[in-house]
């Protein structure tokens, strides 16, 4: 039985799978099982590399200082051969994530396969080159989850009925297990091992109470979980974990955990994800469950899912952004998650709000066109524009929403002056993080805040589709707006003419104007970035709108017009 499903396991290997019957049996002979408890590490960086590994079930995590690189959660995958054909020593720390079994294959044996099957370097070293140019091109992405923990705050939550839902919504993508108190009492870690091996998903149920009166089962849990799923009624008080292993990130062992915040009504109760995120430590997911199909895009997103929308920044330009929504609603495009940048950002938040298109469409009209946000000219010691304007613009619009308010997850990216580059904001005001994230330099002054500066997004990064896809976002949908809107002028000089001088000349010479000139120099960085993450995206719009100005507002109809048949085009061909 065990040759066999050793065996078994070989066949299912990326590394070892192309091998004839001969050499499978000869490296079965070969591979020494054991367990490996979660949060202990398998090897360190600078230990020498005498071994290769093969997942038998559990999950493992390659580090880098501290960063979790990579997940092994399926079994077959491999570990280790890199060190093992190319170097003396470890370059990469791998700990398991939770118990784990693991077949070890050491350096001895593996040149004994060699000698008797030299074919089975080639699947090996290739496996290994194939690794390695990922990483090189720096797309060693974490694996998909196979199992859940689901880890009620108390008995007042409906676990068991989110539990059947999402077991639901997760079978669109592979056969689902629920293993609670009952069915798992008494059962060995062959046993669970197994069912998982059998499954796709296995999602592991704590209902408070249910022969759980020790804790042993919420521990058999937590031993077998890839994600920790952590439901709460979101109106009740905010107070520490029954178990405390969630509430600490270095106790979760780097595995993703996600608040699962259930509301009575369908509406967002506005505060109640900061105050039950205040009970965490480190990185926290969380999700708004207002209705079912609240519950389905939480299971996309956790599972791996997920579908994102990524909107760029570009002035007026951007209003093409809502043709293109328009489209896409047509079309029964969803999205789970949303980012942007600059007006894709200020955009992108009323998607991530849960706005309609024709409710979006008219608060955005009187908010550019009419608002003229841009219109409160000052002394420029900072900025031509004052802000306020800007700022009363997106306070009248947002009012005091949270970005932790909104009813999808939701990031905007500003450029922080001060240091660091590119900031992504998560948390706070959703107003002040979108000021930063279109605080064009020059144009408005910068957001000043905690002791760091913060302009316009665009700068660093126009079309945030990296951070998207640093999320685990699986399928991402990108507006962009082409970036081939040059500045022109028919004169030759060096130094501008006196005022007069520009005053008789003004309706015969063609000259950029000092807003033009600004935003548009704001922009260039920011639009060859762009190009680049274009090809991070799985469905992208690029609308023609060279006969629109990144400040023509009075041209808003054009523009989303314009978005609006261009997606009709793409879309169109799709199908």
């Given at each position: 039985?065990?040759?066999?499903?050793?065996?078994?396991?070989?066949?299912?290997?990326?590394?070892?799978?192309?091998?004839?019957?001969?050499?499978?049996?000869?490296?079965?002979?070969?591979?020494?099982?054991?367990?490996?408890?979660?949060?202990?590490?398998?090897?360190?960086?600078?230990?020498?590399?005498?071994?290769?590994?093969?997942?038998?079930?559990?999950?493992?995590?390659?580090?880098?200082?501290?960063?979790?690189?990579?997940?092994?959660?399926?079994?077959?995958?491999?570990?280790?051969?890199?060190?093992?054909?190319?170097?003396?020593?470890?370059g990469r720390m791998v700990r398991a994530l939770r118990d784990s079994e693991l077949l070890r294959l050491d350096r001895a044996a593996f040149e004994r396969v060699l000698a008797g099957h030299p074919q089975a370097l080639l699947g090996v070293a290739r496996?290994?080159?194939?690794?390695?140019?990922?990483?090189?091109?720096?797309?060693?992405?974490?694996?998909?989850?196979?199992?859940?923990?689901?880890?009620?705050?108390?008995?007042?939550?409906?676990?068991?009925?989110?539990?059947?839902?999402?077991?639901?919504?997760?079978?669109?993508?592979?056969?689902?297990?629920?293993?609670?108190?009952?069915?798992?009492?008494?059962?060995?870690?062959?046993?669970?091992?197994?069912?998982?091996?059998?499954?796709?998903?296995?999602?592991?149920?704590?209902?408070?109470?249910?022969?759980?009166?020790?804790?042993?089962?919420?521990?058999?849990?937590?031993?077998?979980?890839?994600?920790?799923?952590?439901?709460?009624?979101?109106?009740?008080?905010?107070?520490?974990?029954?178990?405390?292993?969630?509430?600490?990130?270095?106790?979760?062992?780097?595995?993703?955990?996600?608040?699962?915040?259930?509301?009575?009504?369908?509406?967002?109760?506005?505060?109640?994800?900061?105050?039950?995120?205040?009970?965490?430590?480190?990185?926290?997911?969380?999700?708004?469950?207002?209705?079912?199909?609240?519950?389905?895009?939480?299971?996309?997103?956790?599972?791996?899912?997920?579908?994102?929308?990524?909107?760029?920044?570009?002035?007026?330009?951007?209003?093409?952004?809502?043709?293109?929504?328009?489209?896409?609603?047509?079309?029964?495009?969803?999205?789970?998650?949303?980012?942007?940048?600059?007006?894709?950002?200020?955009?992108?938040?009323?998607?991530?709000?849960?706005?309609?298109?024709?409710?979006?469409?008219?608060?955005?009209?009187?908010?550019?066109?009419?608002?003229?946000?841009?219109?409160?000219?000052?002394?420029?010691?900072?900025?031509?524009?004052?802000?306020?304007?800007?700022?009363?613009?997106?306070?009248?619009?947002?009012?005091?929403?949270?970005?932790?308010?909104?009813?999808?997850?939701?990031?905007?990216?500003?450029?922080?002056?001060?240091?660091?580059?590119?900031?992504?904001?998560?948390?706070?005001?959703?107003?002040?993080?979108?000021?930063?994230?279109?605080?064009?330099?020059?144009?408005?002054?910068?957001?000043?805040?905690?002791?760091?500066?913060?302009?316009?997004?665009?700068?660093?990064?126009?079309?945030?589709?990296?951070?998207?896809?640093?999320?685990?976002?699986?399928?991402?949908?990108?507006?962009?707006?082409?970036?081939?809107?040059?500045?022109?002028?028919?004169?030759?000089?060096?130094?501008?003419?006196?005022?007069?001088?520009?005053?008789?000349?003004?309706?015969?010479?063609?000259?950029?104007?000092?807003?033009?000139?600004?935003?548009?120099?704001?922009?260039?960085?920011?639009?060859?970035?762009?190009?680049?993450?274009?090809?991070?995206?799985?469905?992208?719009?690029?609308?023609?709108?060279?006969?629109?100005?990144?400040?023509?507002?009075?041209?808003?109809?054009?523009?989303?017009?314009?978005?609006?048949?261009?997606?009709?085009?793409?879309?169109?061909?799709?199908?």
């Amino acid at each position: 039985m065990w040759r066999t499903d050793v065996r078994e396991l070989l066949k299912d290997s990326a590394t070892f799978a192309q091998l004839p019957p001969a050499a499978l049996e000869a490296l079965a002979d070969e591979l020494v099982w054991f367990g490996l408890p979660g949060g202990r590490p398998l090897f360190k960086p600078g230990e020498p590399a005498d071994a290769l590994y093969l997942v038998k079930s559990g999950s493992l995590g390659v580090f880098d200082n501290p960063t979790v690189l990579r997940h092994l959660v399926s079994a077959g995958e491999s570990v280790g051969e890199i060190s093992l054909l190319g170097g003396e020593t470890r370059g990469r720390m791998v700990r398991a994530l939770r118990d784990s079994e693991l077949l070890r294959l050491d350096r001895a044996a593996f040149e004994r396969v060699l000698a008797g099957h030299p074919q089975a370097l080639l699947g090996v070293a290739r496996a290994a080159i194939e690794r390695l140019q990922r990483r090189d091109r720096g797309e060693e992405t974490p694996g998909l989850p196979r199992t859940f923990a689901v880890l009620p705050f108390d008995g007042a939550v409906p676990a068991r009925a989110l539990t059947m839902q999402l077991v639901m919504a997760l079978e669109t993508y592979g056969s689902c297990l629920v293993v609670d108190a009952e069915l798992g009492h008494g059962r060995g870690s062959d046993w669970f091992a197994a069912r998982e091996a059998q499954h796709r998903f296995v999602i592991y149920l704590d209902v408070p109470g249910q022969r759980n009166d020790d804790g042993l089962w919420r521990e058999r849990c937590l031993r077998q979980a890839d994600v920790l799923l952590l439901p709460a009624l979101a109106a009740q008080p905010a107070r520490d974990w029954p178990t405390m292993v969630p509430v600490h990130a270095s106790r979760a062992r780097h595995r993703p955990r996600h608040l699962i915040l259930l509301h009575a009504g369908h509406q967002v109760a506005l505060g109640a994800a900061l105050r039950w995120r205040a009970v965490f430590s480190g990185e926290l997911q969380h999700h708004h469950i207002c209705g079912d199909g609240d519950i389905a895009r939480m299971a996309r997103l956790v599972s791996g899912h997920g579908r994102g929308l990524v909107l760029a920044g570009g002035g007026a330009r951007g209003l093409a952004h809502l043709g293109v929504l328009r489209a896409l609603r047509e079309a029964g495009h969803d999205f789970d998650a949303v980012g942007g940048t600059s007006i894709g950002a200020i955009l992108g938040a009323g998607v991530a709000n849960g706005w309609d298109i024709e409710t979006m469409t008219e608060i955005f009209r009187r908010a550019f066109v009419e608002g003229r946000p841009l219109s409160d000219w000052t002394l420029p010691l900072l900025a031509l524009t004052r802000g306020q304007h800007a700022s009363r613009m997106l306070r009248r619009t947002f009012g005091v929403l949270g970005i932790e308010d909104l009813h999808l997850p939701y990031f905007c990216v500003s450029t922080r002056l001060s240091g660091g580059g590119q900031a992504v904001h998560r948390h706070g005001p959703l107003w002040l993080w979108l000021r930063a994230s279109s605080a064009i330099p020059g144009v408005l002054p910068p957001v000043l805040q905690h002791g760091e500066v913060h302009v316009d997004g665009a700068l660093v990064n126009n079309l945030p589709t990296d951070v998207m896809v640093a999320d685990g976002i699986a399928h991402i949908t990108a507006l962009d707006v082409q970036a081939d809107i040059a500045l022109r002028t028919d004169v030759n000089e060096s130094s501008s003419p006196p005022w007069w001088r520009l005053l008789l000349q003004r309706k015969t010479l063609q000259r950029p104007g000092l807003v033009s000139t600004l935003v548009r120099a704001g922009m260039v960085n920011g639009e060859e970035a762009s190009l680049r993450r274009r090809a991070q995206a799985q469905l992208l719009f690029t609308p023609p709108l060279d006969h629109i100005g990144m400040l023509d507002w009075k041209d808003w109809q054009r523009a989303i017009d314009s978005g609006y048949r261009h997606a009709i085009e793409v879309l169109n061909q799709l199908q």
